[in-house]
Every structure is written in structure tokens, then in C-alpha cells.
């Protein structure tokens, strides 16, 4: 599963998706690649917001879930979907940006980069 590193530090640190103290949720076994590249010792907040972010593996073990866990990606996936707000990564030409923000403002939208 894709993600962007701005979506990613805010799962990591949303308190409603690590349950209990810290350490009660947990999760194991995970691959992290940023932008590509493999990442042995993944820390969400020295990836850069705007990276795109391939999880792949990883179980999820805590107080609230089943006693053999649940896949990181499918943790990951509900907690997107209980979010009342969506983060898009935008590419567009040099010449458009100031109209793609406009429209992006004129929404409702936030421009977050």
C-alpha cells in the first residue's frame, strides 16, 4: 500500500489508532520504502511529508484486536477510512499553480505544502 509521509506520521502518532498506553499497540515485521528505497530503521518523522511511502507486511498487535493480530496495511486502511478529512499529493505544470491552489482554496481545501 502507498502512502505520503504526511499521511503516515499521522497514523503513527494518532493516539485512536495505538490504542492504551504507549507500547500497548504495537506493530512488528513491517517494510517501509520511501520514494523507492528500502528503509531498515523507518522513523515516520524524518521521512519527508510530500514522499510517497510503500508499506508492505507487518501485523498489529494490541489490547483491542484479535489475539494474532491484524495486518498493518488493514490497520492502516481503517484508519483512512474513519478520517473526516482526505490528503492529496497534486502535480501540476509550473504555469498552472496559482490556479490549482485557487481552486484547491475555493473548495474548501487547504493547502498543507
Not at 503513527?12 to 490504542?19: E, R
Not at 523507492?36 to 515516520?44: C, I, R
Not at 491484524?70 to 501540476?92: A, D, F, G, P, Y
Request: charged share 25%.
Amino acid at each position: 500500500m502507498k502512502i505520503t509521509g504526511a499521511q503516515l506520521l499521522a497514523f503513527m502518532n494518532d493516539k485512536a489508532a495505538w490504542p492504551g498506553e504507549d507500547g500497548d499497540t504495537w506493530y512488528e515485521d513491517a517494510l517501509f520504502a520511501v520514494n523507492g528505497v528500502e528503509v531498515e530503521d523507518y522513523d515516520p518523522e524524518q521521512v519527508p511529508s510530500d514522499s510517497i511511502v510503500s508499506v508492505t507486511g507487518g501485523v498489529v498487535f494490541g489490547p483491542e484486536l484479535p489475539s494474532d493480530g491484524v495486518s498493518l496495511e488493514t490497520h492502516l486502511r481503517r484508519w483512512i477510512k474513519r478520517q473526516n478529512t482526505v490528503m492529496l499529493l497534486v502535480e501540476c505544470s509550473q504555469q498552472k499553480v496559482d490556479e490549482v491552489k485557487a481552486a484547491i482554496k475555493a473548495a474548501g481545501g487547504k493547502i498543507v505544502l
